[in-house]
Structure formats: structure tokens, C-alpha cells
T-cell receptor, first 112, second 117 residues
């Protein structure tokens, strides 16, 4: 069964600090992995998408990494801002791109 | 570019009542998805359409849930009758084309928050 596990479930950090969110998956065969940011009361918004051959991708202060061998991904947030407070969802597609498996998300709170 | 529109934004009903949600995808997007997101969890796909045809509805509780996309544009999701466990946010998303789904970005609407009492 395809699964995506995210950790931690929730995280509180101080403004300006860095943090790293983890995503482990068992989806096979693998096509791509996406990170979404979901603000409270809003729909998810795509941050990054990585295919099998990519091991890192950046979007501003967000940097995602992918290790397809260990089936792990991380999302690193640099110099956090209050607006980074949100849920971050990891989504993995199978080889045909026909099945998306969503992780449960990590709820990040950035405090001043 | 206008985003995915959903209405209503909030709905409170009693169990056993019926409810319908509406979604208007981004113009030109062939693929439309409905997700159920229970508080504290990631979204769960209920149904996906390619134009006006159903591609996958394997996780749709068909005894009470139904969805349609008659003209390949707007879509409605209905629950009849609702149960307490249906309380969730119902997200609609669209993307350009299912064929490119492997790398195609889904754009999500703001969701409809349903509370069943």
C-alpha cells in the first residue's frame, strides 16, 4: 500500500530560525514528489515538484531535497517568517502520475 | 488569472440532511478533483474528472456521495444523507490535463468547510 509519512506532526519555532520538515514514502513506482503549503482556511499551494532525477529544488527560502534511494524528502525553510506559519503537505505520485498519495502534513507555527 | 472558485465557504447542517458544493475550475483546465480533508489530516481524493468523464471515483462513498461535471467545466459534489463523520473541508482542485498529471500542478480552491451536527 502506498503511504506518505510526515514528521514532525507539528513544530513551533522562533522567527528568523531555520527548520527542516521530513517526508518518507513507500510509493512505488515513483514519479514525482511535491511539497504544498496550506495556510489556515485556504487550499494548498504548490511550493516545489521534483522528479526522480532531481535531488534538490529551491523556491525562495524553501529548499526541498529528495533521496529516491532511501525514499525520503525534506523541506528546509531558511530564516523563517511569521507568514510561514501553515501546514506543509508532501504529495507523491506513482510512475504513471495517476495516483497521488498525500501525507498528513506538518503544522508549523512561527512565533515572534 | 482567476483561481479555483468554490461555494459556499462554510456550511452547517444536521445529520441526515443533504448538502451540495459547487466548484468552478481555472478556465481551460481539463482535469478537476474533489478532495475531503479532515481536520489535522492531508487531503483524500474523492473523485477526479477529465473533462466531463469520471477517471477515478474509487474512494467516493457512493452510497451517499455523488458528483457531476456535466459540461466539463463546473462541478457539484453532493452528500445525501450526511453523517457526523462527513464533517471536513471539501477541496476542489484543477489542472491543465490529466495526461500531464505526472508533473502538472494542481491548483486548489479555498475549500468548503462542512460541519455536520
Amino acid at each position: 500500500k502506498n503511504q506518505v509519512e510526515q514528521s514532525p506532526q507539528s513544530l513551533i519555532i522562533l522567527e528568523g530560525k531555520n527548520c527542516t520538515l521530513q517526508c518518507n514514502y513507500t510509493v512505488s513506482p515513483f514519479s514525482n514528489l511535491r511539497w504544498y503549503k496550506q495556510d489556515t482556511g485556504r487550499g494548498p499551494v504548490s511550493l516545489t515538484i521534483m522528479t526522480f532525477s532531481e535531488n534538490t529544488k529551491s523556491n525562495g527560502r524553501y529548499t526541498a531535497t529528495l533521496d529516491a534511494d532511501t525514499k525520503q524528502s525534506s523541506l528546509h525553510i531558511t530564516a523563517s517568517q511569521l507568514s510561514d506559519s501553515a501546514s506543509y503537505i508532501c504529495v507523491v505520485s506513482d510512475n504513471a502520475g495517476n495516483m497521488l498519495t498525500f501525507g498528513g502534513g506538518t503544522r508549523l507555527m512561527v512565533k515572534p | 488569472e482567476a483561481g479555483v472558485a468554490q461555494s459556499p465557504r462554510y456550511k452547517i447542517i444536521e445529520k441526515r440532511q443533504s448538502v451540495a458544493f459547487w466548484c468552478n475550475p481555472i478556465s481551460g483546465h481539463a482535469t478537476l478533483y474533489w478532495y475531503q480533508q479532515i481536520l489535522g489530516q492531508g487531503p483524500k481524493l474523492l473523485i477526479q474528472f477529465q473533462n466531463n468523464g469520471v477517471v477515478d471515483d474509487s474512494q467516493l462513498p457512493k452510497d451517499r456521495f455523488s458528483a457531476e461535471r456535466l459540461k466539463g467545466v463546473d462541478s457539484t459534489l453532493k452528500i445525501q444523507p450526511a453523517k457526523l463523520e462527513d464533517s471536513a473541508v471539501y477541496l476542489c482542485a484543477s489542472s491543465l490535463d490529466l495526461q500531464d498529471r505526472g508533473t502538472d500542478t494542481q491548483y486548489f480552491g479555498p475549500g468548503t468547510r462542512l460541519t455536520v451536527l
